[in-house]
């Protein structure tokens, strides 16, 4: 089973090892309840002018002020830094030392994951997570007691999963900060779907608002697949069960909200040789109820499912900046375009050999992508995706 958010697009992590809790409770152990402790990461050394530099992913806050993730290598040293830019990502500031990378699992069977608020917070996360409070001039290690699954700012509200697997039960715990992540409770109740899941997706709407689902639960009788989710709107006091329908067998999903509250889905069936079946269901009352929109409508995959657009590239990153406008990308994916609500699909942009990650639109129009194949560039758009120019990440000397 695999951790993956709906808002980027970051390779799979996985909660090893996975087991499923038989209990009917949540059992949250009492050290998760305390403020983490923060300590500054030991042995740690300037980054050497020549170290070779490669990007893992980007998150920018707002059209000019962003952040860098990247690993550091020279000799037999590596160490995971960070990059900032207050010029759109032509200039880079020097890189500032995190943690060591055996502090992270990194390639295909695991992530180092960058989230960022407006106030000068953020979190490096995996299997350790590491916080900075002053935009990124230094950083800490936070104890958790268990691994950082996702986590999503809005403002100074950090909503994070920690979790963490003991045979023969695994738990996982909502938390919560208020201060940008100085300070941590739990989440007043926890969302019941915790209790049967090691994989929930976490969908901010507002800092009181939140949808928690899990990957879709996969019948084998053709049917329509379904991912139980689970909805608050009051910083986690309450929370109400709704069913979000998969049209086809589906194994992975992302969901999007977009400003006016419709909620966009793209369930994924089985990805192969660069192609992964999609399909789109819209809901309009709060994920109450969906209807199914655009391509591959039915529960067998057949020449509908095949034959249109959303077939190419793997399911990756989802977001709604307008009403009606959607943009999907991932690995070996081109950015897809919808401007009437998922109904038709088209591709913008240059397409890369490799896909595309770190897909941010700060309004209808303006946007930006890191492409695999582009290490160092980013390509920004200022006209809803229908050009885009390059911008090359310079690194200070």
């Known amino acids: ?46 980054i050497p002018p020549d170290a070779t530099v490669r990007t893992i992913t980007v998150a920018f806050v707002n059209l000019t002020i962003g952040y860098v993730l990247v690993t550091t290598t020279k000799g037999k ?23 060591p990378c055996s502090q992270f699992t990194l390639g295909l069977t695991g992530s180092v994951r960058l989230a960022v608020d407006d106030h000068g917070d953020g979190f490096i996360y995996g299997k350790a997570l590491y916080a900075t409070h002053d935009g990124g001039s230094t950083w800490q290690a936070v104890h958790e007691p268990g691994q950082v699954l996702d986590v999503e700012a809005i403002g100074s509200s950090v909503w994070m999963f920690v979790g963490q697997c003991k045979t023969p039960s695994c738990w996982v715990v909502l938390m919560e900060s208020t201060d940008g992540g100085m300070s941590w409770h739990p989440s007043p109740v926890e969302p019941p779907i915790l209790v049967t899941t090691t994989d929930p997706r976490l969908v901010r709407v507002s800092t009181l608002s939140a949808f928690v689902l ?50 966009f889905a793209v369930c994924a069936a089985e990805p192969a040789a660069g192609s992964q079946p999609k399909s789109v269901v819209v809901s309009t009352d709060g994920g109450v109820t969906w209807a199914a929109a655009g391509p591959c409508t039915t529960a067998i995959l057949t020449g509908e499912c095949t034959a249109k657009p959303l077939i190419l590239g793997y399911l990756g990153t989802l977001v709604s900046p307008a009403p009606t406008v959607v943009y ?3 690995n070996r994916s081109p950015i897809y375009k919808t401007t009437n609500g998922g109904v038709t699909w088209t591709t913008i942009g240059v397409t890369p050999s490799t896909g595309n990650t770190a897909l941010t639109f700060f309004n209808e129009r303006e946007g930006l992508v890191l492409s695999e194949n582009f290490a160092r560039t980013l390509s920004r758009t200022n006209d809803g995706g229908a050009t885009w120019s390059k911008v090359t990440m310079n690194r200070a000397s």
């Open 1 to 46: 089973m695999t951790i993956f958010s709906g808002d980027d697009d970051c390779p799979i992590v996985n909660l090893v090892p996975i087991a499923t809790s038989t209990s009917t409770t949540t059992t949250i152990p009492p050290s998760t309840t305390t403020t983490p402790t923060a300590t500054k990461a030991p042995g740690l050394n300037p």
């Open 77 to 99: 040293g590596c160490e995971i830094a960070v990059e900032k830019t207050t010029d759109g990502g032509a200039d880079l500031g020097k890189a500032v030392p995190v943690a």
């Open 214 to 263: 899990t990957a879709p639960r996969r019948n084998a009788f053709g049917e329509p697949d379904t991912v139980p989710m689970w909805f608050t709107q009051d910083g986690g006091h309450s929370w109400v069960q709704h069913n979000l329908p998969c049209p086809m067998d589906s194994l992975d999903v992302v969901m999007a909200a977009s400003p006016d509250g419709k909620l």
């Open 328 to 330: 999907l990308t991932g």
